[in-house]
C-alpha cells in the first residue's frame, strides 16, 4: 500500500523558515522523482518544487526560488523541503507525491497533507 505522510508544517512569522518532511512507504521510492505541491483555499494546486531520482537535480517554481530548497534521502525513503524567507503567501496546504514518467502514485494535492501558515 502507497504511502505518503506530510509533517512539519505549522505556524511561522514572515521571514522565518520551516523544514517539511513527507515519509514514503509502499513503492520503490528510489526509483520515483518526487515532487512538493501546495494548495491556498481557492487557489489551483500548484507545483512548487522537484527533486529527480537519477541525478537529484531540482526545479522550482519561479515564485520560490531562492526560498525554498528540496531533497531527497534515499536510505530514509523520504523527501524534504526547507523553507527560508517565508511570506504571507506561502500558507497552503503542502502535499508531496512520487512521479514515475507521467504517472503519480496518487492524485495532486490529495491526503492528509501538512499546513503551513504564515502570520505575524
Known amino acids: 500500500q502507497v504511502q505518503l505522510v506530510e509533517s512539519g508544517g505549522g505556524l511561522a512569522q514572515p521571514g522565518g523558515s520551516l523544514r517539511l518532511s513527507c515519509a514514503a512507504s509502499g513503492f520503490a521510492f528510489s526509483r520515483y522523482a518526487m515532487d512538493w505541491y501546495r494548495q491556498a483555499p481557492g487557489k489551483e494546486c500548484e507545483l512548487v518544487a522537484a527533486v529527480t531520482n537519477a541525478d537529484g537535480s531540482t526545479n522550482y517554481a519561479d515564485s520560490v526560488k531562492g526560498r525554498f530548497t528540496i531533497s531527497r534521502d534515499n536510505a530514509k525513503n523520504t523527501v524534504y523541503l526547507q523553507i527560508d524567507s517565508l511570506k504571507p503567501e506561502d500558507t497552503a496546504l503542502y502535499y508531496c507525491?512520487?512521479?514515475?514518467?507521467?504517472?503519480?502514485?496518487?492524485?495532486?494535492?490529495w491526503g492528509q497533507g501538512t499546513q503551513v501558515t504564515v502570520s505575524s
Open positions: 507525491n512520487a512521479r514515475r514518467g507521467l504517472g503519480y502514485v496518487r492524485p495532486l494535492c
